[in-house]
């Protein structure tokens, strides 16, 4: 689409790279193992038709929280495969006019990165400086009341220099110091470097926590089920220093032509959000939209919160939604139905893949895979394993993708490194391709459907009033196209007054493209070509 950038019209798929696929048999998703399945994304015929692949972090690291702990930001970890595999991956993902996405955690290392082996050895050290470190307000006083993302204090007594080291996330994960430059320079000339070796953005990790406060003030406190949530995060994360990152981020992007920074604003106030995207030119071209993957199963929900965004974006920016990644359970699950969760699954891909912004995927979503019950043995969250059993951890969204029934569901010959789900005998990519009444079919038919129509990809957004409790509706709009989307979030009819007043026929439904009728079939999502320049019509 002439003018637009490519991530606004793009539909990105993240690939969680332990659990995609295994190419070597030790149990664990690798680099080839990507490169093997690249016909199944996109290229060849059947193919789901993205657009980009967003990879979990693939750099050397211990992978105690999945590559999030990193310890070499210019090596990729053995496990995954060598550098040549990567470079590999990418030329071979150009080829077939693929976009590479790879996550870049920037606001903290593994405990095992030589800075860090370097900087807690001594107070002296010349790393010192690189971490956050600071003296205790007393015998077992960590330096303020800062809880970690992960909860328990957010910081961490080195008994060697007996001062204490902060942490956002796990201790195992401790914070880079911003404030020193020289950590500025070298984390942002590793984003250089793998924009220069060719990758097309970043998915950049807890952006917002890049700085804390520099008198670390302590936060006010709030009513909130567990402490880190009883906390109002005025000085922990969210800083005006973090945002000047952005701005630096965004000219380093854009120094090297059409590249995307997408960016994981943690934080439970949506305007953080929109902060990071500053006037939609000058900071991150994207950030994660929290408040629509909070929803519940429930149209007026989903409606608010789309308008909401629509109404706060500044008119240069550009929406992004999500309802899976690697830190939530997944969505089949999520949004209930029981019986009826494929249903439902119908209807929240539609969303998804209609709305004004680009979406995203995670591996598996495509077929339905639900939450695993992964038993407590074979837990590998940290998260998960530090709060069981009182919390879900995250293992459950990132068994290995189903790609065909027997064992190893074809991720692996070997012992997979989280159990296979049991749904992978019936509900996997093998079994789903040839079946057009699959959810995998449907994802592609969407797909195919919002790249063929420019209103899809590019057009405004306008909730429809005045349908039924229960029925999300909207037009996307692009000159003289206009296309309708109806979804029905309830198990029984829902008649809709359209008021079209124009001509229109169904493009797509769940339910066969003769559904002509006004009413829609329980949850029924169907989305309608209503051209504005075609005469008086037959709605
Ligand atoms: O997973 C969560 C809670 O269990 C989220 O709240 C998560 O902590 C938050 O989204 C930040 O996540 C990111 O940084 C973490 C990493 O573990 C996550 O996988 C990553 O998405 C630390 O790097």
Redesign the pocket.
């Known amino acids: 689409m002439p003018g637009t950038p490519w991530w606004k019209t793009a539909v990105i798929y993240q690939i969680a790279v332990s659990s995609f696929a295994d190419s070597d048999g030790d149990g664990r998703g690798d680099i080839r193992g990507v490169i093997e399945h690249l016909d199944y994304l996109r290229g060849a015929p059947g193919s789901l038709g993205v657009d980009a692949i967003w990879l979990?972090p693939v750099n050397r690291s211990p992978l105690r929280?999945?590559g999030?702990?990193v310890s070499d930001y210019r090596s990729i970890e053995p496990r995954f495969g060598t550098m040549n595999d990567f470079r590999e991956l990418v030329d071979a993902c150009h080829e077939r006019g693929l976009r590479v996405i790879t996550d870049l955690?920037l606001?903290?290392t593994s405990d095992e990165h030589p800075w860090f082996t370097a900087s807690r050895s001594s107070r002296e050290d010349p790393r010192r400086d690189w971490y956050v470190w600071r003296d205790g307000r007393g015998p077992g006083r960590p330096p303020n009341r800062w809880r970690a993302?992960?909860e328990g204090s957010a910081w961490a007594r080195d008994p060697r220099t007996g001062q204490y080291y902060y942490h956002?996330?796990?201790p195992f994960?401790p914070d880079l110091n911003w404030r020193n430059p020289a950590v500025q320079d070298e984390m942002l000339d590793v984003a250089r470097s793998w924009l220069e070796f060719g990758v097309d953005g970043f998915r950049l990790?807890?952006i917002n926590h890049l700085y804390e406060d520099e008198r670390l003030r302590d936060n006010p406190l709030k009513p909130g089920v567990r402490p880190y949530l009883a906390q109002r995060h005025l000085y922990d994360h969210s800083q005006p220093e973090s945002l000047e990152v952005a701005a630096r981020l965004r000219a380093i992007a854009d120094a090297h032509g059409e590249r995307v920074l997408l960016g994981?604003v943690?934080s439970d106030d949506w305007q953080d959000c929109l902060d990071y995207l500053g006037d939609g030119t000058d900071r991150l071209h994207l950030s994660f939209y929290l408040d629509f993957v909070r929803q519940r199963w429930s149209a007026r929900g989903f409606h608010d919160s789309v308008d909401w965004l629509e109404e706060q974006l500044p008119r240069a920016a550009w929406p992004c939604y999500y309802l899976d990644?690697?830190?939530?359970p997944r969505s089949l699950s999520r949004l209930g139905g029981g019986r009826h969760a494929l249903a439902r699954a119908k209807v929240a891909a539609a969303m998804l893949l209609t709305l004004r912004g680009t979406p995203i995927l995670y591996y598996g979503q495509e077929l339905g895979m639900p939450e695993s019950r992964v038993p407590h043995a074979a837990l590998d969250d940290p998260?998960g394993r530090k709060f069981w059993p009182l919390?879900v951890?995250?293992d459950g969204c990132r068994t290995p993708m189903q790609w065909r029934s027997g064992p190893g569901a074809g991720f692996t010959t070997g012992v997979p490194w989280l159990p296979v789900d049991p749904s992978a005998s019936t509900r996997n990519a093998a079994a789903e391709t040839g079946d057009p009444a699959s959810l995998l079919s449907w994802y592609r038919d969407l797909i195919a459907l919002r790249s063929a129509t420019p209103a899809l990809r590019i057009g405004e957004y306008r909730a429809l009033p005045g349908m039924p409790r229960d029925v999300f509706a909207f037009e996307r709009t692009d000159g003289d196209e206009r296309v309708v989307v109806l979804l029905n979030f309830s198990g029984s009819r829902r008649r809709c007054d359209l008021r079209l007043h124009r001509s229109w026929r169904t493009l797509l439904s769940t339910h066969g493209c003769d559904a002509e009728s006004a009413a829609l079939a329980p949850y029924e999502a169907r989305v309608l070509d209503a051209r504005l320049h075609e005469g008086p019509g037959t709605a």
Do not use: C, K, P, S
């Open positions: 979990t929280d999945f999030y702990d955690v606001n903290h993302v992960a956002a996330f796990l994960q990790d807890l994981e943690f990644n690697h830190d939530l998260i919390r951890g995250r």
